[in-house]
């Protein structure tokens, strides 16, 4: 018999687990009342990126849009500008999206219909349950990383857990698990469990609240459930940036849209070798870096010394950035700016300026490396 369907186990998995929450549970800012916006805002947040990472983006963001309204009211760029730095830009525009959708077609408050919440944009079945029972209760179940990984072993599930069968038996697992009282939290639990117990490797079952109920553990299957599919090896990309410098300003470019950093500004980069990670329009790989700034912004530039590396990872890329200092070649009457082919701006740029122009983590790396020292790239120290 599976564990799930022998006598009173998940009334005792659900009474220990939700015992173990009331005292253990760590005290997030999300987690202070039940608005639905802010645990929209922290599930969005929570995409691919740990708890530790987003408290303090959380805040930050909240304080700038303390609301559902004062969001959709908002323009993309302020918004994409209180989310840098956490990544996972696309995350940022599907929270825009659903909260002026949520203003528009609900008039400002959280629909209750899991069918309703799941059309918002960016919203599918887990952040849906985590959701509808944080926010109101409803007895909803979640599958995610940390929830999928306990419900695996909870009930030894020995199938690739990102399969359709084992997959439909972890929410199956799920909905039986969270239906009753208490339904926020015990999903709440259920996380709280994969993140602070049952780790993924090395999970602590000495002083685990569902120890005995646990039916890896009582094979021993910990190592080895949950099966996930092989890691695809990442993909080296190399690209360089000119960090051209006249008049003490700075050459500064907006990426257009669609793409991954449409309307992030940059230094202006060319693909070097491999695929281009952000989908930049109108430069192939292997284009030069004198004659891609001249292309990217219309003005032909003298490429300088190296003066700074970096490496990034971006989805499954892993970019290597060189970054020349460089200066516009004389020209009588000096260089007009025309952005060119995946630019919608172009602009010198006070340095002072650098900090209010939405950028890439990468790209704050590289304004943090010239602020350290201005005249290794030819600006005033
Ligand atoms: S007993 Fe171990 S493997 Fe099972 S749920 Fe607890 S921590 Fe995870």
Same mark, same amino acid.
């Given at each position: 018999?599976?564990?799930?369907?022998?006598?009173?186990?998940?009334?005792?998995?659900?009474?220990? &687990?939700?015992?173990?929450?009331?005292?253990?549970?760590?005290?997030?800012?999300?987690?202070?009342?039940?608005?639905?916006?802010?645990?929209?805002?922290?599930?969005?947040?929570?995409?691919?990126?740990?708890?530790?990472?987003?408290?303090?983006?959380?805040?930050?963001?909240?304080?700038?849009?303390?609301?559902?309204?004062?969001?959709?009211?908002?323009? =993309?760029?302020?918004? &994409?500008?209180?989310?840098?730095?956490?990544?996972?830009?696309?995350?940022?525009?599907?929270?825009?999206?659903?909260?002026?959708?949520?203003?528009?077609?609900?008039?400002?408050?959280?629909?209750?219909?899991?069918?309703?919440?799941?059309?918002?944009?960016?919203?599918?079945?887990?952040?849906?349950?985590?959701?509808?029972?944080?926010?109101?209760?409803?007895?909803?179940?979640?599958?995610?990383? %940390?929830?999928?990984?306990?419900?695996?072993?909870?009930?030894? =599930?020995?199938?690739?857990?990102?399969?359709?069968?084992?997959?439909?038996?972890?929410?199956?697992?799920?909905?039986?698990?969270?239906?009753?009282?208490?339904?926020?939290?015990? %999903?709440?639990? &259920?996380?709280?469990?994969?993140?602070?117990?049952?780790?993924?490797?090395?999970?602590?079952?000495?002083?685990?609240?569902?120890?005995?109920?646990?039916?890896?553990?009582?094979?021993?299957?910990?190592?080895?459930?949950?099966?996930?599919?092989?890691?695809?090896?990442?993909?080296?990309?190399?690209?360089?940036?000119?960090?051209?410098?006249?008049?003490?300003?700075?050459?500064?470019?907006?990426?257009?849209?669609?793409?991954?950093?449409?309307?992030?500004?940059?230094?202006?980069?060319?693909? &070097?070798?491999?695929?281009?990670?952000?989908?930049?329009?109108?430069?192939?790989?292997?284009?030069?870096?004198?004659?891609?700034? =001249?292309?990217?912004?219309?003005?032909?530039?003298?490429?300088?010394?190296?003066?700074?590396?970096?490496?990034?990872?971006?989805?499954?890329?892993?970019?290597?950035?060189?970054?020349?200092?460089?200066?516009?070649?004389?020209?009588?009457?000096?260089?007009?700016?025309?952005?060119?082919?995946?630019?919608?701006?172009?602009?010198?740029?006070?340095?002072?300026?650098?900090?209010?122009?939405?950028?890439?983590?990468?790209?704050?790396?590289?304004?943090?490396?010239?602020?350290?020292?201005?005249?290794?790239?030819?600006?005033?120290?």
């Amino acid at each position: 018999m599976a564990p799930e369907d022998a006598s009173g186990w998940l009334a005792g998995v659900r009474e220990r &687990l939700l015992a173990w929450f009331d005292v253990e549970k760590r005290p997030l800012p999300w987690r202070a009342d039940r608005d639905p916006y802010r645990i929209l805002v922290s599930e969005m947040m929570l995409v691919q990126t740990t708890v530790a990472a987003v408290v303090s983006y959380f805040d930050r963001f909240v304080a700038e849009f303390p609301d559902l309204a004062s969001l959709a009211a908002a323009d =993309e760029e302020r918004v &994409l500008k209180a989310w840098e730095g956490l990544g996972y830009y696309r995350r940022a525009r599907q929270l825009h999206a659903a909260a002026r959708a949520i203003v528009a077609d609900h008039g400002g408050g959280m629909p209750r219909d899991p069918a309703a919440v799941r059309a918002l944009p960016g919203v599918g079945r887990y952040m849906a349950g985590a959701i509808l029972s944080q926010a109101f209760d409803l007895p909803e179940p979640i599958v995610e990383a %940390n929830s999928r990984r306990v419900l695996a072993r909870l009930v030894a =599930e020995r199938g690739e857990v990102t399969t359709a069968k084992p997959l439909a038996r972890l929410w199956e697992v799920a909905g039986r698990l969270v239906a009753g009282e208490r339904a926020g939290d015990f %999903n709440q639990a &259920l996380m709280e469990l994969g993140a602070l117990v049952c780790a993924p490797r090395e999970p602590r079952c000495l002083i685990c609240p569902v120890a005995e109920s646990c039916e890896a553990r009582r094979l021993g299957l910990q190592a080895e459930i949950p099966r996930l599919p092989a890691r695809t090896a990442s993909q080296e990309v190399a690209e360089a940036c000119a960090v051209v410098v006249d008049a003490g300003r700075v050459l500064m470019v907006r990426r257009a849209g669609p793409g991954l950093w449409a309307g992030f500004w940059e230094f202006p980069t060319v693909h &070097l070798v491999g695929p281009d990670p952000a989908g930049r329009g109108g430069l192939g790989p292997s284009i030069d870096l004198e004659r891609g700034v =001249e292309r990217l912004t219309g003005v032909e530039i003298v490429v300088g010394s190296l003066v700074h590396s970096l490496s990034y990872g971006v989805t499954r890329y892993r970019v290597r950035l060189d970054a020349h200092a460089a200066t516009p070649r004389p020209r009588p009457g000096g260089a007009e700016l025309v952005p060119g082919s995946g630019m919608s701006a172009a602009a010198w740029v006070e340095p002072g300026g650098l900090r209010e122009l939405t950028m890439s983590a990468a790209g704050r790396r590289l304004v943090a490396a010239i602020r350290s020292d201005p005249a290794a790239w030819g600006l005033p120290e």
